[in-house]
């Protein structure tokens, strides 16, 4: 091959080079300031901590990583080994809607009285029921400890700490308007609500008893 051939193949390869990662599936993610208005046993407190979220492909799905830079609460009694569980929201926008529920391990070491609560990294499936790109913005943070739930909520509008392109799972239907997005939806919906839907559903079926052996009687 003469000297000439081989150059210009070579600058057709430089110059296809950067085409190629230019058409690759675009992510892009931020480290999102939010600032977390919490509902505690001890009264309201507030704490900004910087969110990162990342996503890893595992087969059709993507397995998601919230993050937190710094503790968005306190407690005015020293947390043992295992007295705190905190699980979250992460909304998504975009090609997709819903949310993804995000959970994580118990503190494995003693959390001081009065001392921020350092959030361990919380993970949870996202199965995409759309294609496109789809945004990913940390939402309701659930603090569990000494039988009491600790309720944080954004309250500055946090912009998406995730931007990612996805391609819709083999058989997902894009008609559900919640998806189901792990197995972690239910068990953070109820953390999140409280007792207050048991105890209506409680109540109700008490009520309807009731009423019901009135109108036999």
Known sequence: MSYQKRT??????AVAGPVVLMAAPAAHADVVDVNYNCETPIGAKSAVSPIDIKAVPSGSAYKLTMSFQKGVSSSPVALGPGAMNPSAVVNLAGADKGTVAVAGPANS???PANSPIKISDLSGTYTPKASGKV???ASVLTIKALGTV???????????????????????????PLPKTGPLDSTVALGTLGGTVLLTGAAGVLWLTRRGQR???
């Open 8 to 13: 210009a193949l070579a600058l057709a390869a």
């Open 109 to 111: 070491a003693e959390i």
């Open 135 to 137: 945004t990913f913005t």
């Open 150 to 176: 600790t309720t944080c909520k954004p309250g500055n509008s946090p912009g998406p700490s995730l931007s990612l392109d996805v391609k819709a799972a083999p058989g997902a239907s894009a008609a559900d």
């Open 215 to 217: 109108a036999h009687g």
